[in-house]
């Protein structure tokens, strides 16, 4: 017998004793047994409980000692950070008992309904004049900003936090383009860490704080 199947089976047994007892012992027979009942259920959400844990830290531990090294290898080292903090979102459902569990919608409620979910909002403008910002994998070089892209997620990442910038600009050494095409570099995280410059334009421009402001 399936753990699911145990509910419907004591359902049934309830039910059974109660029908054949005389009518003025039914309510209470129903009344004693409903703590039983009740037990039961809670027994059952434990061990939901204990194999929704176990099924996640599996995949956590897989992600991070199985595909990590190939996506590294293959990708690199930038690439293989979405697996880690892939494996540290599982980590996090399993600490946090309140985050419910997804119920997708089933496809002809999918084909019925329209329904919209804001997952992130953003805005991307040219800039310049801007100071430079330092290169994140060579020290000697910086990037002349030209353009940013602010992103807003609705809920923060675990990692990455609410807010993440993309500063696209050009390759600098010494106060010269080192070459034509254009780089870039990614910021997330505590806007302390940020550059100065950069964090005030991430504070201007979040909806959060406008909507605090019309409120």
């Known amino acids: 017998m399936s753990m699911d199947d145990r509910p419907k089976h004591l359902d049934a047994l309830l039910t059974h004793v109660a029908d054949n007892l005389p ?11 409903a703590p039983l009942a009740a037990k039961f259920r809670e027994v059952q959400a434990q061990e939901r409980a204990k194999l929704r844990g176990a099924t ?4 956590a531990e897989h992600l991070r000692n199985v595909l990590f090294p190939k996506v590294y290898d293959d990708a690199g080292q930038r690439t293989a950070e979405g697996v880690t903090r892939a494996a540290g979102e599982l980590q996090r459902l399993i600490a946090d008992p309140a985050v419910p ?13 329209t329904f919209d979910v804001p997952i992130s909002s953003s805005i991307r403008y040219a800039v310049r004049g801007r100071q430079d910002v330092p290169d994140e994998y060579n020290e000697t070089r910086t990037i002349a900003p030209t353009e940013i892209t602010l992103t807003y ?13 993309y500063v696209k600009g050009w390759w600098m050494h010494n106060g010269a383009r080192v070459h034509s095409e254009a780089v870039g570099r990614h910021f997330h995280g505590d806007l302390a ?9 991430a504070r ?7 909507a605090e402001e019309q409120s």
């Open 56 to 59: 996640l830290g599996a995949a």
């Open 153 to 165: 997620r609705a809920m923060p990442d675990s990692q990455l936090g609410r807010v993440h910038a």
């Open 101 to 113: 569990t997804i119920t997708w919608p089933s496809q002809r409620a999918l084909d019925e309904a």
């Open 204 to 210: 201007k421009h979040d909806p959060a704080a406008t």
């Open 23 to 33: 009518d003025e012992e039914t309510e209470s027979a129903r009344a004693q047994l």
């Open 193 to 201: 860490g940020w550059p100065d410059w950069l964090a005030d334009e």
